[in-house]
């Protein structure tokens, strides 16, 4: 069972950190070198979900690592 969850953990890293790298490196720049107003609004667009799934994915690492603190009282 824990080869099965260190596994996924690491697929799922190497999956973000590949998305990552093909937003910042290659599809984003592209956006951004047309120049056109839809394409910076893509990107813009784009960015802003990187981000959400960014502070999701935070908090779903510390919810796991103490799932006691949010019912504290």
Known sequence: ????????ILLGALLYLVGIG???FWIAPRLLADGETADILYAFAGTCGWLLIT?????QIIKTARPTAAGRR
Not at 1 to 8: R, V
């Open 22 to 24: 093909c937003w910042f």
């Open 1 to 8: 069972m824990l080869a099965m969850k260190l596994t996924l």
């Open 55 to 59: 502070f999701g994915l935070a908090i």
